[in-house]
RNA sequence: GCGCCGGUGGUCUAGCGGUAGGACAAUGGCCUUCCAAGCCAUUAGCCCGGGUUCGAUUCCCGGCCGGCGCACCA
């Protein structure tokens, strides 16, 4: 049994995550988190909220997962996500039909086609399979487009598609966000929730599946405005795979810092340095194994149909690379394409330090005259002076201006015409913003913590395997055990895990079997810390047991009356401000009574 | 979507043209003063549909699901 076996294993029997609907034979592509999945993956979105919005000032939406179709034809998606299949009769190869043309002829865009025309351009240049050179003429062209399609109300009229991203449902709101923030750029938008991509072939477990949890920050800021303040980041170590060493086909990452990497040119933008210095942070943070993590720049190749310039965060999952992130420059490409569709205006209003003033010559005429001189060439009377005004202002000094209408000449009193020169002045611009965009892939990441924390060691010579989540994460926070479910012990048990709770923790109560067993199974969903309550508990001190789930070492903290203290510590573990070891040794300095040595569990 | 391989209790697996056995887990009980211990009992299974057959979990076909390879991944 391989780890991956293992792994998906343990996912199913422990509750972190299984293909959905197994009662009916299940549906690729989709999975339900269990009740440890739920929990950790709700904490992944918690750690995330607090770093990429809370910790920066950026405020959190939530759209609707279905948009009208609208929506979709201004974003690209309806196009650009449209593949055209082509499917070899001989080899069964499949290929992408428009890719065939624009290979082979001059067409340049043959997505704009449609299927049935690229079939007869197919048919009539004669093209053949390019891996079996079987002929694909008379072949049919099927169009796939990877959105899941709906209907909004009753009938057909108005059709609706599952978002492909959050991202949209973020840039349509634009207007009453950019109003929202005050119009002051820069400012971010973030979104958790779920997008829906209607895949070919899902595959590898929650890397690839049809429903899936997106957590975006779309960040708008001024295309001249002040670059990010990097000095929090600028020396934060960084993996990475740019594109020439990728051409070069070296697997060497460039391992350089965020400010170094800016100044060499690696990275082009300094708002996408500053946020693969965070994210590198914060994938530490939440347990990913730096030694399986990188950043690699897009090739130009595979730039999504918005993007300027792009990097992905990859993790090692089973010896394949995965995309877990990718960071964007969106440009101005979302808004403006929002903006030409809606009617609607997406941009912000942009004061200059200093208004600026301009002197330009008008004219005011007076209607009452030329009506009934001119009759209804009177507005064509207007036209020829303000043209006149703007390209030669002097011809208005005398007391009478001449102006031609359809040929003839005419003579116009200059203070009828109510020129002047008149003062402008202009405070400002709308700017469309550019967009920045960090997009995490929540299963994904999810994928990665949970592969990252699978352990093997043993203990007393026994096998174990267990999750070393971060604190911050897990699941499952505290295990709270009676050593024996008799004389007391349970109901101080009991005791102990009602305040626990009290304090928002995750607790789970075990008092069946083996001390041995319970401590074996929170290992394996990754629990940090076990709790016991033994004869010392009730009968001594009242101090209780403390196990760490990485070392398997157990300690004996003071729980007597005052819970407070150990309380607090707990608290500072989940919060990563302490580690196991530091909370016993704080505990046990101010312990009264009894032993406070480890307990050495090879001396039992 | 194509090709190859696979699908037996919750999990891992044995097996067979006459409807299934184990291990682990789970539950209850006994025991037990800290790392998957022991004893007893209990719960629980042949992916779905069709065909061949007296009879199919087993053989054949199709589907679904999974793994791998190809393609796809905006």
Redesign the pocket.
């Known amino acids: 049994?391989t780890d991956?076996?293992r792994l998906?294993?343990l996912a199913?029997?422990r509750g972190f995550y299984f293909?959905a609907a197994g009662a009916y034979?299940?549906?690729?592509?989709f999975y339900t988190y269990g009740p440890q999945g739920a929990a950790l993956k709700r904490n992944l979105e918690s750690a995330w909220r607090d770093r990429f919005l809370t910790r920066e000032g950026h405020m959190e939406v939530d759209g609707p997962t279905v948009m009208p179709e609208p929506v979709f034809e201004a974003s690209?998606?309806l196009d650009?996500?449209d593949?055209m299949i082509l499917?070899c009769p001989e080899?069964?190869?499949?290929?992408?039909a428009d890719?065939l043309v624009e290979d082979n002829t001059d067409i340049a865009d043959a997505e704009a086609l449609g299927t049935e025309r690229v079939a007869q351009v197919i048919a009539e240049h004669d093209l053949d399979c390019p891996i079996c050179g079987a002929v694909l003429a008379g072949e049919s062209v099927a169009a796939f487009n990877?959105m899941f399609g709906t209907n909004i109300g009753p009938g057909s009229s108005a059709p609706g598609y599952l978002r492909?991203?959050t991202a949209q449902a973020i840039f349509v709101e634009f207007p009453r966000l950019a109003e929202y923030a005050r119009n002051q750029l820069p400012f971010g938008v973030g979104q958790i929730g779920k997008?829906y991509?209607n895949?070919?072939?899902?595959?590898?477990?929650l890397v690839?599946v049809r429903e899936f949890t997106q957590a975006e920050l779309e960040h708008f800021v001024h295309p001249e405005g002040a670059p990010p303040d990097l000095s929090g980041v600028a020396e934060v170590s960084l993996s990475l795979y740019p594109i020439d060493d990728q051409e070069a086909a070296t697997t060497e990452h460039v391992e350089t810092t965020v400010s170094e990497a800016l100044e060499d040119g690696v990275i082009g933008s300094p708002w996408v340095a500053y946020y693969l210095g965070i994210a590198k942070e914060w994938y530490e943070r939440i347990g990913v194994d730096m030694d399986r993590f990188r950043f690699r720049q897009h090739l130009p190749g595979?730039?999504?149909?918005y993007?300027v310039d792009c990097w992905d965060a990859e993790a090692e999952l089973?010896s394949n690379w995965i995309e877990i992130a990718g960071f964007s420059t969106r440009g101005t490409y979302d808004l403006s394409r929002h903006a030409e569709h809606s009617g609607e205006s997406m941009t912000v209003f942009e004061p200059y330090e200093e208004p600026r003033t301009t002197e330009r010559p008008a004219v005011d005429p007076d209607m009452s005259y030329l009506g009934p001189e001119f009759g209804d060439r009177a507005p064509a009377v207007v036209e020829a002076l303000e043209q006149r005004a703007a390209s030669e202002p002097e011809a208005f000094d005398g007391e009478e201006i001449e102006i031609a209408i359809d040929g003839e000449s005419h003579s116009i009193p200059v203070p009828i015409t109510g020129f002047e020169i008149v003062e402008e002045t202009i405070s400002g611009e709308h700017v469309t913003p550019e967009v920045i965009e960090p997009s995490f892939g929540v299963d994904r990441v999810f994928a990665t913590v949970f592969e990252h924390a699978f352990r093997r060691d043993s203990?007393?010579g026994?096998?174990?395997?267990y999750l070393a989540f971060p604190p911050e994460l897990a699941p499952t926070f505290v295990g709270v055990f009676p050593?024996?479910?008799?004389d007391g012990m349970d109901e101080r048990a009991k005791e102990i895990a009602d305040a626990l709770r009290e304090r928002g923790f995750a607790v789970e109560y075990d008092s069946?079997?083996?001390?041995?067993?319970r401590?074996?199974?929170q290992?394996?969903i990754g629990t940090p810390v076990c709790l016991?309550?033994?004869?010392?508990?009730v009968e001594g001190d009242g101090s209780?047991?403390l196990?760490d789930r990485d070392s398997?070492?157990?300690s004996r903290v003071p729980a007597g009356k005052g819970l407070d203290p150990l309380l607090d510590a707990l608290t500072d573990l989940r919060a990563g401000r302490q580690t196991v070891a530091e909370i016993d040794a704080g505990l046990r300095s101010g312990a009264v009574a009894g032993s406070d040595e480890p307990?050495d569990?090879e001396a039992?």
């Open positions: 049994m991956s076996d998906t294993e199913t029997r293909p034979g299940g549906v690729a592509g690209g998606h650009g996500f593949d499917e080899c069964g190869a499949s290929h992408r890719h990877l492909p991203e997008a991509r895949e070919i072939s899902p595959r590898r477990g690839r595979e730039r999504a149909h993007a089973g203990v007393e026994e096998e174990r395997t050593l024996m479910d008799k069946s079997g083996s001390i041995g067993r401590y074996r199974r290992d394996e016991t309550v033994d004869y010392e508990s209780v047991t196990r398997a070492t157990q307990i569990s039992e």
